[in-house]
């Protein structure tokens, strides 16, 4: 896999003109439908006090939607400087007592060095890499007890979509490119890690699944 199918394409096509739009569209109307899954899927147990890693995080709606609920910290990854230029701005001064961090760089090599989190998210992150399966062990491996995350549920429709965006892509010369990766693969992953699946919701476009740490793994 070269760099420029992966997080460093990422990094491109998420520039600073759609992270300034994907923030106004936040401000106007809130969550977007997959994090809203994510969300309301991680309410549903108590978070208060605990440690959050945000995988991809975009402009960081999660950790600005989680400050109220009492999370202790949150950590923002991203590949995209201007995605984690907005998160800044966006997540601000809400994490009072333990400002957020805002990490650059392709998760699956820098996940070593970060620090472990009780819940690690990754919303519309697999979707974006070719190999589901690295970001999904090393998000494992620093998850103390929940990892959730979205992907695009792995019917005949999406993967004719994507392949259809992907052949644009190529077309316009852009390296980026979008994965619908099967989700028997990536279970697999988190269940040699340690994990269960604990809850799963699927909507036309995207599949919600919340996983948690085995309590003897
Ligand atoms: C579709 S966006 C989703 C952003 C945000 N999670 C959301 O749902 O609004 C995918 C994000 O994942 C990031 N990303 C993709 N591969 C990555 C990697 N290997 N390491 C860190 N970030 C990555 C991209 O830069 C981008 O910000």
Redesign the pocket.
Known sequence: MTCCA??CA??GF?DARIANRDLRRYHRRGP?S??RMLLSGLRRGMLDGLHLLD?????G?IAAELAVDGLASATL????PA?LEAARRNVGSRYVSCPAQFILG???STAASLPEADIVTL???VC??PNAET?LSAAAARSRRLLAFTHPPYRWHMRAGFALMNFFFGLARNPFRIFVHPPQQMAAVLEAAGFDLASHRESFFWSFRLYRRRSSA
């Open positions: 992966g997080h990422a990094a998420f977007d997959s994090t995988v991809g995080s975009g402009i709606v990854v991203d590949a995209s995605y392709d998760f699956a919303d519309r992150v974006c890499y970001l």
